[in-house]
Nanobody, 121 residues
């Protein structure tokens, strides 16, 4: 059983910054990739940033230049740092991970429960 747990959300003033964390636990052989997504009321869930095992990263245009995704493989964790926050960044932020639970096992996608980020103007 694999679980992802996000933390670090909360209320932030516009122009501020925050750091989200996500920890994976359970029977993990390898984590091939991580992603941060967000969903606002009435909108579809959208990719914010992603990173692969090889270290490549990808960002949504809306957060590019003010966000950094990073991973700590030793701790099975991923982070998302965001600065110059805007009210439009208000959303529930979810992390996901592509995880193998054994050497020859399939890679499955897991999601966290989400953490609320609210940016006040």
């Amino acid at each position: 059983q694999v679980q992802l747990m996000e933390s670090g959300g909360g209320l932030v003033q516009a122009g501020g910054s925050l750091r989200l964390s996500c920890a994976a636990s359970g029977s993990i052989f390898s984590i091939d990739g991580w992603g941060w997504y967000r969903q606002s009321p009435g909108k579809q869930r959208e990719l914010v940033a992603s990173t692969t095992r090889g270290g490549s990263t990808n960002y949504a245009d809306s957060v590019k230049g003010r966000s950094t995704i990073s991973r700590d493989d030793a701790k099975n964790m991923v982070y998302l740092e965001m600065s110059s926050l805007e009210p439009e960044d208000t959303a529930v932020y979810y992390c996901n991970a592509f995880i193998r639970t054994s050497q020859r096992g399939n890679r499955n996608t897991y999601w966290g429960q989400g953490t609320q980020v609210t940016v006040s103007s």
